[in-house]
């Protein structure tokens, strides 16, 4: 079965560092999407990402954020310099086109900030 | 604003009881409903979806959910619940047209169940 896969499952990185949060998604799908959980709290959308450009994005995704998918397969969530508050799990997730058919989400990347 | 509330933050049921888990939401339009399970250490994994047609909908593991319009709201159920139903159970809602997938999810039910 089709899965989308992340890497790695947890990164642990010191504030200010520069992070890339990586995530292959179903090889057809057409939309792709970071989402993440601060611990204890609900998911919450970032990013979605169609036609090599951001579709959507929410108020947490400011400057500090950027996504790129720099050779097809690949899907990446950049953060440039890593604040305390970003510790978190980072879900990517694919769907297969423009209507609203299932997502198909990741295991997740822990991303801790020390 | 799309919400989505689920009003249970912790919920126990003894193995093979009933299981009813609350879900309301506030959409400006007619929504698309999910309901995802996490269980520890896991990603999110789709139970069960709602698009159109039958308020009844059957989803993965014996879970069923019913959509209820006038009630705002989409109730997820499981007839017997089995230890390994324990987890965390997010309901969300995502938009009817175009704009992909993107979901609002409410802050969750966790399960425990007791042998």
């Known amino acids: 079965e089709p899965e989308v896969t992340q890497t790695p499952s947890h990164q642990v990185t010191q504030m200010g560092q520069e992070v890339i949060l990586r995530c292959v998604p179903i090889?057809?799908?057409?939309?792709f999407y970071w989402y993440r959980q601060i611990l204890g709290q609900k998911v919450e959308f970032l990013v979605s990402?169609?036609?090599?450009?951001?579709?959507?994005k929410s108020e947490i995704f400011d400057d500090q954020f950027s996504v790129e998918r720099p050779d097809g397969s690949n899907f990446t969530l950049k953060i440039r310099s890593t604040k305390l508050e970003d510790s978190a799990m980072y879900f990517c997730?694919?769907?297969?086109?423009?209507?609203?058919?299932?997502?198909?989400f990741g295991q997740g990347t822990r991303l801790t900030v020390v | 604003a799309q919400s989505v509330t689920q009003p249970d933050i912790h919920i126990t049921v003894s193995e093979g009881a009933s299981l009813e888990l609350r879900c309301n939401y506030s959409y400006g339009a007619t929504p698309y409903l999910f309901w995802y399970v996490q269980s520890p250490g896991q990603g999110l994994q789709l139970l069960l979806k709602?698009?159109?047609?039958?308020?009844l909908v059957q989803g993965i593991k014996g879970f069923e959910a019913e959509f209820k319009r006038s009630q705002s709201s989409f109730n997820l159920r499981k007839p017997s619940v089995h230890w390994s139903d324990a987890a965390e159970y997010f309901c969300?809602?995502?938009?009817?047209?175009?704009?992909?997938?993107?979901?609002?999810f409410g802050t969750g039910t966790q399960l425990k169940v007791e042998l």
């Open positions: 090889s057809n799908h057409l939309y």
């Open positions: 997730a694919s769907s297969a086109d423009r209507t609203n058919t299932e997502a198909f």
């Open positions: 969300a809602v995502g938009p009817l047209t175009g704009g992909g997938n993107k979901l609002t």
């Open positions: 709602y698009f159109s047609g039958d308020t």
């Open positions: 990402f169609y036609n090599n450009e951001i579709s959507e």
